[in-house]
């Protein structure tokens, strides 16, 4: 996540800070339709324009989506203006401190199983590549934003902060002062410092960046895999 994207989470979650505001968006994302700032206003016993300051507001923030319609049986000239309607927007919204992604691990092992079952072969012997795809994708599209360093090892040290690794770069060496999938890789250490191993990995050939090469390195407090340029 980048500190862009961090901020936006952080200001949207902070927008349900007001006790009104959290009310109103409750309600709304408990109904199956969309609803008007009449309807939302009066579920929560609020004036009016009470409800539309914090329905706009809840929009601006992106935790929901707006759109304009008329009532049903009222339509052509002389029927008004369309009323705004507000539902939950499909965004996604989640922030965590330190960051984590269990997401990400989630589909790397949902592609692994399925690879698997369609394949025959073992879930353990295609995870590491389902690993190393997701990160090569995830590489490349950082790449893509381009403003990366031209030193590879500083290159590969914002790819691994923009995916959560907290990374720390010391003489030749990146070590990334947070696993973004602690909690698996304390119940399961083994696979989950594979994955981590081949999804970094991945990243460093997505981006690309020559010469810096990940491997396993465990150490207490801290992500098990290392970062380092290669010696000329």
Known sequence: MT???FDQQVTSVAALGDPVRRRLYRFVADQPEPVSRERAAASVGVPHHVAKFHLDKLEEDGLLDAEYRRPPGRGG??????????????RHIAVSLPERRYDLVARILADA????QRTGRAVDAVADKAARAAGRALGEQIARQGRLPAHPLDAASRALAATGYEPRVDTGRVTL??????????????????L?????????????????????DPAPGRCCVTVSAAPR
């Open 77 to 90: 000239p002389g029927a008004g203006r369309p009323a705004k309607l507000y539902r939950r927007a499909a």
């Open 177 to 194: 002062a947070n696993c973004p999938f602690h909690d698996l890789a304390e119940s399961h250490p083994e696979l989950v410092c594979g």
């Open 196 to 216: 981590s191993l081949g999804l970094i990995t991945g990243i460093l050939r997505g981006l690309p960046a020559p010469g810096v090469r990940a491997r396993l």
């Open 113 to 116: 199983v399925s690879t698997a």
């Open 3 to 5: 500190s862009n994207d």
